[in-house]
């Protein structure tokens, strides 16, 4: 990687296939050779490593405007943007279990004026393609507000599998 003064549309088409210019922490303007990408034959775990993360990418869209909301704002002041949380969990989840992570597209909170529920609307969809996806709901226990004011906040919610792996759900704050 190597510093430039300016990166100019001249010298991106100049370059293309060779040098790829890119603007660093998105300020100080670089240059690093170009990527490559590579060649088949993938090893059937390369292979379906990249079906997965294609899926996953694809999953991005489904999101509804609330929950998208919510991956946004958990992604303020951190370094990463909230598209490389969710694909990262997808392909952490990927490791783990070799399928495709739940998905949560939307999400309600419950009030019910001492207590409250967390509700998820949760998309699965399978590597195969052959499955048909499956849109679930999941709630939450009930959760007590005199609970919540004796710990500190605020107090955040995500969505984790049966075995304690966290699925692709951003961190929901709550407070009192």
């Known amino acids: 990687m190597a510093k430039v003064d300016r990166i100019t549309g001249e010298n991106i088409e100049r370059f293309r296939g060779k040098v790829d210019f890119y603007l660093w922490k998105g300020q100080i ?22 079906a997965a993360f294609s899926i996953t990418c694809s999953l991005m869209r489904r999101l509804l405007p609330g929950i998208l909301l919510a991956w946004q704002i958990g992604s303020e002041g951190k370094r990463e943007q909230w598209t490389d949380s969710f694909k990262g969990l997808g392909m952490k989840y990927w490791k ?38 499956e849109i679930t709901e999941v709630v939450s226990d009930i959760i007590t507000k005199a609970d919540l004011e ?4 605020p107090i955040y919610f995500t969505l984790l599998d049966d075995t304690g792996t966290r699925l692709i759900a951003p961190y929901i704050g709550m407070e009192i």
């Open 29 to 50: 303007p670089v240059a690093r050779s170009w990527p490559k990408k590579p060649s088949p034959p993938y090893t059937a775990l390369q292979a379906e490593a990249m």
């Open 96 to 133: 783990l279990n070799r399928g495709i992570s739940p998905v949560a597209i939307d999400y309600a909170i419950i009030d019910y004026g001492l207590t409250f529920k967390v509700k998820w609307t949760v998309l699965q969809v399978y590597l195969d393609g052959v499955t048909p996806e």
């Open 150 to 153: 004796k710990t500190e906040i």
